[in-house]
């Protein structure tokens, strides 16, 4: 059902619409939908897609963490795609470093950090744990990087993948 309503021509439209326009296209979508959405960005590979909440990894059985693994590196694929780190409070309660660190090195690994921004899914992750402590465990999964990876996590990337223009240091 799902992949027959994104193949219809509506849609096909809408995302020719937003190239069109110049935009770029938030996507929440969960795993089982990865494929036919990367069929239907694939027809417009002018298009950024941004991934929301890192793809939504809420199956974490091994079935489920395969079909998201597969979706994921399909999506960052096309031309286009980026993802945003953040949203682990809706598949991990409480977030934890120790739960939350293989899926940020998996979507970083697909992606790769010219690609990914962290972000936050506040003020609804706050149902789940503190600002603060959501964002130092995705801090600390980073921590290996370079200093220029995670200037561009933490905030390069947004600048050049949203096209906000704004003067940023360091």
């Given at each position: 059902?799902?992949?027959?309503?994104?193949?219809?021509?509506?849609?096909?439209?809408?995302?020719?619409?937003?190239?069109?326009?110049?935009?770029?296209?938030?996507?929440?979508?969960?795993?089982?939908?990865?494929?036919?959405?990367?069929?239907?960005?694939?027809?417009?590979?002018?298009?950024?897609v941004i991934i929301?909440?890192?793809?939504?990894?809420?199956?974490?059985?091994?079935?489920?963490?395969?079909?998201?693994?597969?979706?994921?590196?399909?999506?960052?694929?096309?031309?286009g795609g980026a993802?945003?780190?953040?949203?682990?409070?809706?598949?991990?309660?409480?977030?934890?470093?120790?739960?939350?660190?293989?899926?940020?090195?998996?979507?970083?690994?697909?992606?790769?950090?010219?690609?990914?921004?962290?972000?936050?899914?506040?003020?609804?992750?706050?149902?789940?744990?503190?600002?603060?402590?959501?964002?130092?465990?995705?801090?600390?999964?980073?921590?290996?990087?370079?200093?220029?990876?995670?200037?561009?996590?933490?905030?390069?990337?947004?600048?050049?993948?949203?096209?906000?223009?704004?003067?940023?240091?360091?």
């Amino acid at each position: 059902m799902l992949a027959n309503v994104l193949r219809s021509q509506t849609r096909v439209n809408i995302i020719r619409s937003v190239v069109f326009y110049g935009l770029s296209f938030d996507l929440q979508a969960y795993a089982n939908q990865f494929a036919a959405l990367a069929e239907l960005i694939a027809r417009q590979p002018d298009i950024q897609v941004i991934i929301n909440h890192s793809g939504m990894p809420v199956d974490t059985d091994l079935d489920g963490r395969a079909l998201w693994s597969a979706g994921m590196k399909r999506l960052a694929a096309l031309p286009g795609g980026a993802a945003k780190i953040s949203g682990f409070g809706f598949v991990h309660r409480p977030p934890t470093l120790d739960l939350i660190r293989p899926y940020v090195h998996e979507v970083i690994d697909a992606f790769g950090c010219d690609r990914c921004m962290i972000a936050s899914d506040f003020p609804t992750d706050k149902l789940f744990g503190s600002f603060d402590d959501t964002l130092g465990a995705l801090a600390v999964s980073i921590e290996n990087l370079t200093d220029i990876e995670k200037h561009n996590l933490w905030g390069r990337n947004a600048n050049r993948i949203y096209r906000l223009g704004l003067p940023l240091t360091s």
